[in-house]
């Protein structure tokens, strides 16, 4: 579904009005949040996709990492997991999904979860995710609504996965670039998410199918504030920003462009192709974290001696025109 889809569909749904509901339908975050008791709150949330690469241990691993970052994205820790599996069982090899199982156990074993079950229905067109339950104390659960001017912003991880996605099944992309941007979308965003925990954090989203300028929208939007983006120093791999001279850009690119169009400003001398990668899809993208602006570096500095090399600050939040976003 393309931005602003599941706004229509639950438009007209009877209110959730249970005092234990921290976050849900009328909260446009990340994941669910329900408290338990004073001490803990369960985050959940549902993520499934078709195969984003030809490999089924890899694809299994990605999207199961993907549907992990909503809890790592709300400060919360994940502790189970349920397989979602739509299976065209009558025209292919049941091999190729326990792959795909495997890859995923593997992730949620990573996290530091447990799978408990799930359910499998008989489909034409392949389809996995999780359903994952997540913990969190109520008083430090994070959203995507909290940023404040004054803040800066991180990215962990480089865009342009949905380019280069694109590009590998036009086969224009080597066997190196495909396997290197299916590493970044397996890898989980649980150092990032425990580092962050350490710093006076207000806000964070993961960055995924609306891609940084929407998910940066939604923040701002959410927020009350708005974000500038400084276009030169958001990570980007570098593959991609070809393939977008070249205008091999998914669909869900410009679906993004076009929503969001109304509420971002980009400043004259950025090129078209770098505002394209600013609005491509991502799957199983970084954290966009919003924290404290002095202590940002430091927060940067920690990310990239545990491995997270190419995270990068990238922007700043300030109070002026609610809402809005402005690439620079």
Request: include cysteine; charged fraction near 20%.
């Amino acid at each position: 579904m393309g931005p602003g889809d599941l706004d229509k569909a639950i438009c007209g749904l009877p209110p959730m009005t249970d005092p234990r509901l921290i976050r849900g339908l009328e909260s446009p975050d990340d994941a669910g949040v329900y408290r338990i008791s004073d001490e803990v709150a369960l985050i959940q949330t549902v993520d499934f996709f078709t195969p984003i690469v030809d490999d089924p241990y890899t694809f299994g691993q990605i999207a199961a990492a993907n549907a992990l970052s909503d809890v790592y994205a709300m400060g919360g820790q994940p502790l189970t997991a349920m397989n979602i599996v739509c299976f065209p069982v009558k025209e292919m090899d049941i091999a190729i999904l326990r792959e795909i199982l495997r890859g995923g156990v593997d992730k949620i074993l990573e996290a530091g979860a447990v799978l408990l079950g799930g359910h499998s229905v008989e489909d034409s067109e392949l389809k996995y995710g999780l359903a994952v339950t997540g913990a969190v104390h109520p008083d430090k659960m994070i959203t995507n609504a909290g940023a404040k001017p004054g803040d800066r912003l991180i990215l962990t991880k480089p865009l342009g996965t949905g380019i280069i996605s694109t590009a590998v099944k036009a086969e224009m992309a080597t066997e190196e670039l495909a396997a290197t941007v299916a590493g970044y979308m397996a890898a989980l965003n649980r150092v990032a998410a425990g580092l962050m925990t350490g710093f006076e954090v207000h806000a964070v989203t993961d960055v995924t199918g609306f891609g940084l300028l929407g998910h940066s929208a939604e923040m701002a939007q959410n927020s009350g504030v708005s974000i500038n983006i400084h276009a030169a120093a958001v990570p980007v791999l570098p593959e991609a920003l070809e393939f977008a001279r070249q205008g091999l850009c998914p669909a869900g690119l410009f679906r993004n462009r076009d929503f969001f169009a109304p509420v971002v400003t980009t400043r004259d001398g950025v090129p078209d192709y770098l505002a394209d990668v600013l609005n491509d899809p991502q799957t199983s993208g970084g954290l966009l974290i919003s924290l404290a602006g002095d202590q940002a570096a430091t927060l940067l500095e920690q990310l990239q001696q545990n491995g997270i090399k190419e995270a990068a600050i990238i922007g700043e939040v300030t109070a002026s025109g609610a809402g809005r976003i402005q690439v620079i």
